[in-house]
T-cell receptor, first 111, second 113 residues
Framework: KNEVEQSPQNLTAQEGEFITINCSYSVGISALHWLQQHPGGGIVSLFMLSSGKKKHGRLIATINIQEKHSSLHITASHPRDSAVYICAVRGTQGGSEKLVFGKGTKLTVNP | NAGVTQTPKFQVLKTGQSMTLQCAQDMNHEYMSWYRQDPGMGLRLIHYSVGAGITDQGEVPNGYNVSRSTTEDFPLRLLSAAPSQTSVYFC????????????FGPGTRLTVT
């Protein structure tokens, strides 16, 4: 079983809608990343969280350590937000410098 | 800054051939890593390095070799290519480990026939 589960797998929205993508993990973590993979394949980092909430433009990421859950929100979605959004975590065991990735959520925003 | 660069962008190999995927970064990052991405699966760690001269195995290291002789470069060697190694390969780097922002290269699409 993958240690990192994302939901939904696929999401279609209309331009302007509020989007939520969820990430749940089964191990203790020290860091959680949200990444965006463009249709052309490139991957960029959106957020790195260890607690609380971060905001950048129309994107908001939250994490609840006790519930082992993080959400990525997109306000006023736009077709250019269409991409695959990937959650990745660093476990706390053994001081390992390794990330475990979810399978991604494919978002399509229609005009 | 060029960021993280990878060459080649595309490669076709025959089973049994060997090759090296190149990765370089100009941000003086200590941490570098190699991932493979396959359809329906998340990115999986192949090997990583926390600094020059130090490498370690990830989740799927078999069939791959790495070395880190300089801070800038982290090449990935396929020793004897197999069809199961058909994948998209990404190199990434960060300041000092996976608790820092990760910077990804553009990827190399490898097909082994």
């Amino acid at each position: 079983k993958n240690e990192v589960e994302q939901s939904p797998q696929n999401l279609t929205a209309q331009e302007g809608e509020f989007i939520t993508i969820n990430c749940s993990y089964s191990v203790g973590i020290s860091a959680l990343h949200w990444l965006q993979q463009h249709p052309g394949g490139g991957i960029v980092s959106l957020f790195m969280l260890s607690s609380g909430k971060k905001k950048h433009g129309r994107l908001i990421a939250t994490i609840n350590i006790q519930e082992k859950h993080s959400s990525l929100h997109i306000t006023a979605s736009h077709p250019r937000d269409s991409a695959v959004y990937i959650c990745a975590v660093r476990g706390t065991q053994g001081g390992s410098e390794k990330l475990v990735f979810g399978k991604g959520t494919k978002l399509t925003v229609n005009p | 800054n060029a960021g993280v660069t990878q060459t080649p962008k595309f490669q076709v190999l025959k089973t049994g051939q060997s090759m090296t995927l190149q990765c370089a970064q100009d941000m003086n990052h200590e941490y570098m890593s190699w991932y493979r991405q396959d359809p329906g699966m998340g990115l999986r760690l192949i090997h990583y390095s926390v600094g020059a001269g130090i490498t370690d195995q990830g989740e799927v290291p078999n069939g791959y070799n790495v070395s880190r002789s300089t801070t800038e470069d982290f090449p990935l060697r396929l020793l004897s290519a197999a069809p199961s190694q058909t994948s998209v390969y990404f190199c990434a780097s960060s300041y000092a480990g996976v608790s820092y922002e990760q910077y990804f290269g553009p990827g190399t699409r490898l097909t082994v026939t």
